[in-house]
């Protein structure tokens, strides 16, 4: 497993967030039912896993794509759900800076790698309720693997691939090399080759179509 070095921001996206602190506000929650109820609009609001932890560690709230994520970072560890070392140790940073930069707002971001082709973009900011004096620390996880399998499934529709195109697209734009290809689908290096000449022209035509 590989943890990018951290980035820092001075200020936290306001607008992913926007319409949730407004949803919580009306609701004004006061149980951690109330706030799981509440909490779970913001499904419409932001893209990828949720979670809500406070400053002991305790998670809150995580909608089902963290808990997945959650699952996959936990794999052979007996609590699945719990939040992963290397996750609170970004919360763990934003926590500090509070103390060396009262007057500063700061975003925290980093990239988590546990495989050639699986990464989690990690982004943690503070997150406070109006009717609330206690501070929550927001996580916002996304699965880099699902965003780039999303955009080559549609690029796949786009250019009319075959299904075994479309496996070898997939992995491509994943990251993968024609060696590892050939490992994965149990097929040899040539055949990917072959294959990719193929998408490459389907591709080429399908955008001198389109210009």
Not at 32 to 54: K, R
Not at 104 to 120: G, L, V
Not at 175 to 191: D, H, R, V, W
Request: charged residues 20%; hydrophobic residues 35%; aromatic residues 8%.
């Amino acid at each position: 497993m590989f943890i990018q070095a951290p980035t820092l921001n001075a200020h936290i996206n306001q607008s992913e967030v926007s319409q949730a602190e407004k949803q919580l506000r009306e609701r004004s929650p006061s149980t951690h039912e109330e706030f799981n109820s509440s909490a779970q609009i913001m499904l419409d609001t932001l893209l990828g896993g949720v979670l809500i932890l406070t400053e002991q560690r305790e998670l809150v709230f995580a909608n089902e794509s963290a808990r997945r994520i959650l699952r996959l970072l936990n794999r052979g560890k007996p609590q699945l759900n719990l939040v992963p070392n290397e996750i609170w140790h970004l919360c763990q940073s934003l926590i500090q800076s509070r103390s060396l930069f009262p007057n500063q707002y700061w975003q925290i971001e980093s990239k988590i790698f546990i495989a050639s082709s699986i990464s989690f973009q990690v982004r943690v900011g503070w997150y406070r309720q109006e009717m609330s004096d206690r501070p929550y620390l927001l996580l916002v996880i996304q699965d880099q693997y699902q965003s780039i399998k999303t955009v080559a499934l549609e690029e796949a529709c786009k250019y009319g691939l075959t299904s075994r195109e479309r496996e070898i697209w997939l992995l491509q734009r994943a990251g993968y090399t024609y060696k590892q290809i050939s490992a994965e689908l149990q097929i040899t290096p040539n055949t990917v080759k072959k294959h990719m000449k193929s998408i490459h022209v389907k591709q080429k035509t399908v955008l001198e179509w389109g210009d």
